[in-house]
């Protein structure tokens, strides 16, 4: 099936699918009917001109989705993540042709309205993407023209040699995982969105831009060894609750030695495996003692902690203090005045 | 005790106030203490957008009163303060989020040694509104701070506001996103205060079908009430002919918006009163007494430490 559009509004693509899908849209939401799939997407058109869209669909059919090139400039930030049937993380080689990205694959893209791209849904594949357009105006508040400038271009010049310039990593998953829901119900629901939108630019901005300073002292990765890289990732945040797979394990998976896995994984992700891996535990242990439903206790267990103590040292490590102040709400004195 | 009064709404502005008085230099639009004062900055942020946010972590030799006084214009400030204890390290239990109108007078007093890490941002109305949308609770938000304004809204600080403001003390190295990371943490800042603000009104069944006019009478009312607080304060017959409600109208709906019967609110807006001018240390502990109402001090006394767990005394000292 293929879906043609050139709009800077996922409001209005996404009425464009529901026609192709034999549907229509209700607020804003397309339900993937049963005789093409599962799933569902959502869009959202902010008052500033920027548009977001949101989805995680597994169709029956491939969709081949073609973004026209268009006069208006704008640009699209886009998070992938592909899953088989079985939930192991999907990868693909969607080989080396240009401007097209099969949708299976765990990467944050940049692409921008003036190049025609196209985009493969492949059928039987679970898909969550968050798309986000945006203009330059929305970001010069925050940096001038001239960092805007040297971000797209290094940015577009990167992507030519290299289509999968910035992975999905944990942090960014924690991040994607607030807005991945079928319906966001929050009582400042806009803001809630725009500022989860905001921080993802921001993280994709001054990651990039860091990375491109480090350079001059980073190897070049290839394709194959990325999507290896890729995966040696999915295996390592996959299950915190046991001690996380060995060098030798990653470096078999990884078909790379020891030493290469090491310092390739270093340069993607921006620091070593075990560093890495312990961070997202802690965002990830985060993530449950601020949601309320466990106890510091459980937390602990479920990010594979038997020792509390520890548990307690390693959250405050990094995010500087500990679980229990993390949570602790304390009462005020009341200390306030009104003078008549 | 050093006593600073302010009534700056342009946080240049007053970081160059300060920097005065403590007879120091702005630069980069930050001061840093001497050392004869205490230690560590104030700095000033202020966004393309207009927003203005002040970026502080200090800790002052002596007892610091900052005194806000009010100006006519009605901007929102917002702070998010949190005070370690010098003999605990700890973070001790005032700290919290406050927001306040500059249409109000508001103390501050900062204990010697009690290190503050603080982030303050000023906004108007507009600002508010827009940041606000269309959203669902954005009319019962309004609608709140319309009514609430008076007495100050208080928020604890929990880990993650501490987390955040954490982060905008310690900066970033890249000093080129620095105004990108730093009104992403004031707008996550922000949604986290409005959002426990819409939760708190919903599990107060804040009615918010009293209509405006209803809302204006009560706040003449509530202006009434706490005119003067060393006589009487007017009978409920009295003020329901300036709410020109019924009585019984006037007392359910003057609790609905204030969140405590007549008189159980203007004893706290008393008592209030009274600590402020404690703290000022300008009275004794009889003065305040007697400007407060009342004659005999061990009622005073007993009235005082019913709400703050605390004697006068202790307060004065």
């Known amino acids: 099936m293929d879906i043609q559009y050139n709009s800077p509004d996922y409001v209005d693509l996404l009425n464009t699918i529901a026609k192709a899908l034999g549907t229509r849209i209700v607020n804003n939401t397309l339900i993937i009917p049963p005789a093409f799939g599962k799933g569902y997407a959502w869009a959202e058109n902010f008052a500033n001109g920027m548009s977001f869209l949101v989805c995680d669909v597994t169709l029956n059919t491939t ?67 968050i798309k986000i357009i945006f203009e330059k105006r929305h970001l010069l508040n925050f940096f001038g ?39 966001i119900e929050h009582p400042l629901r806009h803001v809630y969105i725009a500022n989860r939108v905001m921080l993802l630019l921001e993280r994709f901005a001054v990651k990039f831009m860091n990375k491109m300073q480090l350079k001059s002292n980073s190897n070049k990765l290839n394709d194959d060894e990325i999507t290896r890289l890729m995966k040696v990732e999915t295996l390592l945040v996959k299950d915190y609750t046991t001690a996380p797979p060995t060098i030798e394990k990653l470096s078999r998976i990884s078909a790379m030695s020891p030493t290469k896995l090491k310092r390739d994984f270093k340069s993607m992700y921006g620091m070593p495996i075990y560093e890495y891996f312990q961070k997202n535990r802690m965002i990830h242990a985060k993530k449950l003692l601020t949601g309320g439903n ?47 | ?161 501490r987390r955040l403001i954490n982060e905008l003390i310690q900066g970033t190295t890249d000093k080129r996103f620095e105004l990108f990371i730093v009104y992403n943490r004031i707008m996550l800042l922000l949604e986290r205060f409005f959002t426990r603000i819409s939760i708190k009104i919903n599990d107060a069944h804040f009615n918010v079908k009293i ?46 918006i204030y969140g405590l019967p007549v008189y159980q609110y203007f004893q706290k807006q008393r008592m209030n009163k009274a600590k402020a001018m404690l703290l000022s240390k300008k009275y004794t502990v009889k003065e305040v007494g007697l400007e407060l109402g009342y004659a005999n001090m061990s009622n005073f006394a007993k009235a005082f430490s019913k709400l703050f767990d605390q004697l006068p005394s202790e307060v004065a000292k």
Do not use: C
Not at chain 2, 236 to 253: D, E, G, H, Q
């Open chain 1, 63 to 129: 969709m081949d989705m073609i973004r026209e090139s268009s006069a208006r400039q704008f640009y699209i930030l886009q998070f992938n993540e592909g899953f088989t049937e079985t939930g192991e993380a999907a990868f693909s080689n969607d080989g080396q042709e240009a401007n097209k990205y099969n949708m299976n694959q765990q990467i944050v893209l940049l692409t921008n309205s003036y190049i025609s791209t196209r985009f493969i849904m492949p059928a039987g594949i679970q898909i969550k993407s």
């Open chain 1, 145 to 183: 023209n001239e960092l805007f400038d040297d971000l797209m271009s290094n940015y577009f010049s990167e992507l030519v040699k290299n289509r999968h310039v910035e992975p999905v990593d944990a942090e960014y998953r924690s991040l994607i995982d607030e807005l991945l829901m079928p319906k």
């Open chain 1, 294 to 340: 466990y106890s510091i206790k459980e937390t602990g267990i479920m990010v594979g902690y038997s020792n509390l103590g520890h548990f307690a040292a390693a959250f405050r490590k990094e995010f500087g203090m500990l679980p229990s102040e993390m949570i602790s709400q304390e009462l005020m004195i009341d200390f306030q005045s009104k003078e008549n």
């Open chain 2, 1 to 161: 005790m050093i006593e600073i009064a302010y009534n700056q709404t342009d946080f240049e502005e007053l970081l160059k106030h300060f920097a005065r008085l403590f007879k120091v230099k702005v630069v980069d639009n930050a001061i840093h203490l001497p050392p004869e004062i205490g230690q560590g900055f104030l700095r000033v942020i202020t966004m393309t957008n207009g927003l203005q946010v002040m970026i502080s972590n200090y800790t002052f030799k002596q007892d610091i009163l900052f005194k806000r006084t009010k100006i006519p214009k009605e901007l929102y400030s917002f702070r998010f303060d949190e005070m370690i204890q010098p003999e605990t390290g700890a973070s001790s239990p005032k700290s919290a989020v406050l927001l306040s109108n500059t249409k109000y007078d508001w103390l501050f007093l900062n204990s010697a040694n009690m290190q503050l890490k603080g982030v303050a941002v000023i906004f108007g109305k507009e600002w508010l509104y827009n940041f606000l949308g269309q959203d669902g609770s954005a009319e019962d938000i309004k609608k709140y701070m319309l009514l609430k304004m008076s007495p100050f809204t208080y928020d604890p600080l929990d880990g993650e506001y």
């Open chain 2, 211 to 256: 209509s405006a006019e209803d809302i204006t009478r009560l706040k003449v009312v509530e202006t009434e009430l706490l005119k003067d607080f060393s006589a009487e304060p007017p009978g409920i017959n009295k003020l329901s002919r300036i709410a020109m409600m019924s009585p019984t109208k006037l007392k359910a709906s003057f609790k609905e």
